[in-house]
């Protein structure tokens, strides 16, 4: 139990760009997802918490317009890079929470060319 | 206050050995410990974790030991394998939000 799931796992595009990532909870509900950045051989960067049905809440100096999250299911989160640049390759990872334990997804390889 | 001191920073422990990693936290508000264990390019997964009115759990090779008075704990892996060779996250959690630590890269050796 408790699978997450992304897509998709890797996207290169170009400058300008927007980009959505899906994160899914496979056989249970999340009301709290979260979703991180990590950059090579450093530890996970929490961006915002995403709650359904509501406004996202994003860490201090993450860019809410630039980083767009939606979680419009119980199943469903979607976080969409908008106007992409190369600064924000990077590998993004949800969670969605059970209780006080996050499941992490795979991952989503982002590359800005 | 919001920190989670891990260390080492790397690892490297021949097959069948003990791999020790060591976190410290400074918010006494934390009530909940998880580690995680992260291939490269995979997403984390839970190990095993620990809330801080016990002092130990073991959950097959892996065992957290918690010292809350030192703000402390650490994670043990017994008879380290080849396949164990990831890295290490522990974190710190006291409301819904984790606090992780900054990671153990582990190299078990054949």
């Known amino acids: 139990g408790a699978v997450v799931s992304q897509h998709p796992s890797r996207v290169i595009c170009k400058s300008g760009t927007s980009v959505k990532i899906e994160c899914r909870s496979l056989d249970f509900q999340a009301t709290t997802m979260f979703w991180y950045r990590q950059f090579p051989k450093q530890s996970l960067m929490l961006m915002a918490t995403s709650n359904e049905g509501s406004k996202a809440t994003y860490e201090q100096g993450v860019e809410k317009d630039k980083f767009l999250i939606n979680h419009a299911s119980l199943t469903l989160s979607t976080l969409t890079v908008t106007s992409a640049h190369p600064e924000d390759s990077s590998f993004y990872i949800c969670s969605a929470r059970v209780g006080d334990t996050q499941y992490f997804g795979p991952g989503t390889r982002l590359t800005v060319l | 206050q919001q920190q989670v001191k891990q260390s080492p920073q790397s690892l490297i422990v021949q097959k069948g050995g003990i791999s020790i990693i060591n976190c410290a936290y400074e918010?006494?508000?934390?009530?909940?410990f998880p580690w995680y264990q992260q291939f490269p390019g995979k997403g984390p997964a839970l190990l095993i974790a620990?809330?801080?009115?016990?002092s130990e759990k073991k959950e097959g090779r892996f065992t957290i030991s918690f010292n809350k008075s030192a703000k402390q704990f650490s994670l043990h892996i017994m008879d380290s394998q080849p396949g164990d060779s990831a890295t290490y996250f522990c974190a710190g959690s006291g409301t819904y939000k984790y606090i992780f630590g900054t990671g153990t890269r582990l190299k078990v050796l054949a």
């Open positions: 918010n006494t508000a934390f009530d909940y």
């Open positions: 620990i809330r801080p009115d016990v």
